[in-house]
């Protein structure tokens, strides 16, 4: 296992830290090649969580359909213990992002996932879409979205590491 110094730190933000966030990172922690994995530590907050409560049934069923296990989830507030040794903060909603610019800024920044890597003018809908009440359909629909933005990412977070790696 590498040094807490040596891996990557991302965050991903949510709102109660229940459903998406969690999803995030055990999207992206299944996603990173082998090799890669001791390398970051990924984990979730959410901006109106309390400390200790467990991701909704919802979204552990529907993670649980791509082998992700959301069952020892336990969420934390977005705050500044949460975020100081974030190396990268990706929210999911640009108001998240807002309401977290007055924080430290991580030293690879605080984005919206949807706007993360993007060259040129951001998508139109930069949100996320929150499950909380909807059908499973409505959360595996959001699973399916946070999925397709970190494939998307994912070789940009590789290099971020490299770039860290070699400073």
């Not at 359909?65 to 640009?94: F, M, Q, W, Y």
């Not at 605080?110 to 909807?134: M, Q």
Request: include cysteine; glycine fraction near 10%; aromatic fraction near 8%.
């Amino acid at each position: 296992m590498a040094r807490a110094d040596e891996q990557f730190s991302i965050v991903f933000v949510c709102g109660g830290n229940t459903c998406r966030s969690p999803m995030a990172q055990g999207i992206l922690r299944k996603l990173l090649p082998r090799g890669l994995k001791s390398k970051f530590r990924v984990f979730s907050a959410g901006v109106d969580a309390f400390a200790g409560g467990e991701a909704s049934s919802t979204a552990i069923e529907v993670a649980g359909e791509d082998g992700i296990n959301l069952r020892r989830h336990r969420t934390r507030a977005a705050d500044n213990g949460a975020l100081k040794s974030a190396d990268l903060v990706l929210t999911l909603s640009p108001a998240y992002k807002e309401m977290l610019a007055q924080t430290r800024a991580p030293r690879f920044g605080l984005f919206a996932l949807k706007e993360f890597g993007v060259s040129g003018e951001p998508p139109e809908e930069r949100t996320i879409a929150d499950p909380v009440g909807g059908s499973k359909e409505t959360y595996r629909r959001c699973y399916r979205e946070i999925k397709g933005e970190i494939e998307r990412i994912l070789p940009r977070l590789c290099a971020l590491w490299e770039e860290k790696r070699a400073s």
